[in-house]
């Protein structure tokens, strides 16, 4: 006699939080994937496919890394199950840019490049500071004027 899968899965604590929008997005992932494809190439009918893949990996990225709203264990979680792309969050992670306040210098801080400035409103500005100008340097007196 075979062996019944009784193997339920547990979800962890937050889940609830983000079970609607993953749900919707799966519902948008069936209607793509059924949708007709007549007179479209096959590149052109995977295309709505890999965009919500995309945007379910983006959010459940989102959540984890820029708001910090889901405990790692729920973030695995989405990995394991499917829930998110891990190779693509990778990705993101290793291209995310360095953004943080300049206030040591260049080569003091991690992703601390001098920047030239050319004839800017900015280098006017700046031009009174002591040390080479870096991409925060300039993002942080563009914002302040």
């Not at 695995?76 to 953004?99: H, M, S, T």
Request: aromatic content about 10%; hydrophobic content about 30%.
């Amino acid at each position: 006699m075979p062996k019944i899968k009784t193997s339920r899965v547990s979800y962890p604590e937050g889940w609830e939080l983000i079970e609607p929008t993953i749900r919707e997005l799966d519902a948008k992932m069936r209607e793509a994937e059924n949708d007709p494809h007549d007179g479209k190439r096959k590149c052109e009918a995977l295309w709505p496919i890999f965009r919500i893949s995309h945007q379910r990996s983006r959010y459940i990225y989102d959540l984890y890394y820029r708001r910090k709203e889901i405990s790692q264990k729920l973030y695995e979680f989405c990995l394991d199950q499917g829930y998110a792309d891990r190779n693509l969050i990778a990705k993101w992670k290793k291209n995310e840019p360095y953004v943080g306040p300049c206030n040591q210098g260049p080569g003091k801080q991690p992703g601390h490049l001098p920047l030239p400035l050319f004839g800017s409103k900015v280098e006017e500005e700046l031009s009174s500071s002591a040390h080479t100008h870096t991409l925060c340097c300039l993002l942080s007196a563009l914002a302040e004027s």
